[in-house]
């Protein structure tokens, strides 16, 4: 066959925790929409996160886009039967079996790449351990970003330079060294896995990803150009990485039915979700989701609670992982904001709540996929980050882009306590800063002009959609030479 019409066939591994398995179920959606086969690589537990949209796109698409069921190996590893989840893993204390669970998934990965002879192999950042199966197969791997390139470079830069010594104290703030911007942080916003490089987690950042990141093909970023085009170059130019930023890949969804079925279903109906916001007024009802694996404790969300009653501010609350409502609620709260305020216990259709010309702010933890939806959605944001790389995402939201507020936290935590608490005042002040005050319009302009570029970017002709046609010919390239 013509290498130019053989149909390039793309295997993917997502990393099981939603947060990572929604963004590569897009990419491999997106890639399917350019006559790409796409197989994603999950396990039995995981496959229902996947199913339904995939169904979707056959139905909708006749996409080229399959599933791929592997043995997950939670007992050799030390864990129970079904925890093929990081939530779970994370939530019980078991990350470090959580990793050698995965890595255990390396002989049937290598055997079946052996057998399909793929033309490429896109894997999450967190498996080093693929970079040695693709090498030994002679395939091309491709590491999938679903972070910010700015927090990349932040983070990476932070790394090597360590300016968090040149402090004296948590609070003294320390600036990122070589960055295009002026962003300060504090030691504490830190994760102490980066400064105190003793844990097995901060070793296999600095070992083993790095290298499998530096000796991969290339990597894909969940990101536009336009969005951070100072972080993009840097990455490409001065760490000298090939990036495709073909973000936001989200926006591969545009029907209702498509939008609904990323990843977990939602616990509320969507149609009785949208016919409450349908009765609010244009940008009057406060959206506040902290995602999916994000531990804000009971206390915390009872002074959420407090500052939303005193704001009197129309909000759709979602919330997770409490069942007894007396432990987080305040006495009658539900009642006295009847018809003001909409509660979603468990999971909720994010993308359309965000998309809707009620929602006028958004309360987020900063995660990446939770801060391209609000960006693609126009909306400004009031920052809240607790972990991971969500304090980077912070900056980039309030320093660079000036679309968002932050509540104030400053300490970087697994399991925040009674000592992180940000109190209602705090909260309240925040609330009517993104809705109120004088800056606010001024952020929901440039929130809609980022919404514009985004999609302008997914375009054909646009930044994304050429990254990707270059990432497309690279491959077809690749393979051409290699049969040659």
């Known amino acids: 066959m013509d290498p130019q019409h053989h149909q390039l066939h793309v295997i993917l591994l997502p990393f099981p925790a939603p947060d990572h398995m929604i963004p590569l179920l ?10 790409v086969k796409a197989t994603i690589i999950t396990t039995s537990v995981n496959a229902s996160a996947f199913t339904k949209a995939i169904e979707t796109s056959h139905k909708v698409g006749n996409l080229n886009l399959n599933l791929e069921i592997f043995k997950f190996s939670a007992e050799e590893a030390g864990l129970p039967e079904g925890c093929d989840n990081a939530e779970f893993a994370m939530k019980h204390g078991l990350a470090p079996q959580f990793v ?10 290598e055997q ?16 080093p351990w693929t970079a040695e199966i693709a090498t030994k197969v002679d395939i091309p791997r491709i590491v999938f970003y679903a972070v910010s390139c700015f927090s990349l470079c932040a983070q990476e830069l932070i790394r090597v330079h360590e300016p968090f010594k040149d402090v004296s104290s948590d609070d003294e ?6 960055i295009p911007h002026e962003i300060k942080f504090v030691r504490s916003q830190i994760s102490p896995n980066l400064i105190n490089n003793k844990d097995f987690i901060s070793k296999l950042i600095d070992s083993k990803i790095k290298k499998s990141g530096d000796e991969s093909y290339g990597v894909i970023v969940n990101s536009f150009y336009e969005l951070e085009p100072d972080y993009a170059d840097f990455f490409k130019k001065e760490m000298g990485r090939k990036a495709w930023h073909v973000g936001p890949v989200s926006l591969c969804n545009r029907s209702t039915e498509e939008k609904v079925l990323r990843g977990i279903s939602a616990s509320m109906n969507e149609h009785e979700c949208l016919t409450w916001l349908d009765s609010k007024k244009s940008v009057v009802v406060l959206y506040i989701c902290f995602g999916s694996i994000v531990p804000i404790t009971a206390p915390q969300f ?8 005193s704001s009197g501010k129309d909000f759709i609350w979602v919330v997770r992982n409490f069942e007894n409502d007396e432990e987080w609620l305040p006495p009658g709260f ?14 909720a ?12 702010a958004f309360v987020t933890h900063c995660g990446w996929n939770s801060t391209l939806e609000g960006i693609t959605a126009g909306v400004p944001m009031v920052t809240w980050p607790v972990f991971a790389e969500q304090f980077y995402n912070e900056k980039l939201v309030t320093d660079i882009l000036k679309i968002g507020v932050s509540v104030g936290l400053k300490k970087w935590s697994r399991m925040p306590s009674s000592d992180d608490l940000i109190q209602r005042e705090a909260i309240e002040t925040a609330l009517r800063e993104i809705t109120e005050r004088d800056a606010a319009e001024d952020m929901r302009q440039r929130a809609k002009q980022l919404k514009d570029m985004a999609w302008k970017a997914v375009a054909e ?16 390239s690749y393979r051409t030479q290699k049969r040659v």
């Open 302 to 309: 009872y002074e959420i609670a407090l500052a939303l009653e």
């Open 349 to 360: 259709p994010q993308v359309l709540i965000l998309e809707h010309k009620a929602i006028g």
């Open 26 to 35: 897009d990419m491999a959606r997106l890639l399917a929409t350019r006559n």
């Open 112 to 127: 079946y790449l052996d057998k399909v002879q793929p033309d490429c192999l896109v894997t999450d950042i967190l498996f």
């Open 100 to 109: 050698q669970a995965n890595q255990l998934l390396s002989e049937q990965l």
């Open 173 to 178: 703030t320390f600036s990122i060294p070589l």
């Open 461 to 476: 002709g646009g930044s994304s959609y050429s990254d990707l046609s270059a990432l497309i010919d690279g491959l077809r």
């Open 334 to 347: 539900e009642q006295r904001t009847q018809g003001k305020g909409l509660i979603i216990r468990g999971w």
